[in-house]
């Protein structure tokens, strides 16, 4: 719904509430009106009457209340609607204003990159025999031990940027 016709259709709860409230206070009226006044002019109690009087009032009051509680739960229903657009708008709106990312964010970034490097550097290494196997099939150098590996990792500068192919005419 449209802000302009929930706010009408609210109008129209509300009138219709007020107007069942009048309506009520005035069949109260009536009753004191039959109750008080008409027994001093002379009025006999009788079923006849008393009956289809006792059902009207009923009726009055009973689509009063209806009418009135029926108002107020509409009332509270725009008001938790429009509560929870706001919140959604809000949120929708949050990622583009959100510019720098927050302490606690930078925190668990940081400790996600530090795990995987800590996962590469706890990798088993081969037991000895399956390595010699290796290099003598394959006739390569004796493969170097894990110590070896991690200091040439740390030794060695990785260049950025640079082609292949200068690499290898540099060296």
Known sequence: ???????????????????????????????????GDLYRYGLYFNYGWA?????????????GWFNIVVAVA????????????TLKSETSREPLLKLQPTKEEIIEIETKTTEKVEEHKEQESKPAEESEIETKETSTPPAETKE????????????????????????
């Open 1 to 35: 719904m449209k802000p302009v016709s929930s706010s009408i259709v609210s109008l129209v709860l509300v009138l219709i509430a007020v107007s069942s409230l009048a309506s009520m206070i005035s069949t109260l009226k009536i009753d004191s009106i039959v109750h």
């Open 51 to 63: 009956i289809p009087y006792w059902t009207m009032t009923i009726i009055v009051f009973g689509m």
């Open 74 to 85: 509409f009332q509270f229903y725009v008001l938790i609607r429009g509560q929870k657009e």
């Open 148 to 171: 070896e590996t991690q200091e040439k990792r740390e030794e060695t500068p990785i260049l950025v940027g640079v082609p292949e192919e200068e690499l290898q005419a540099a060296a």
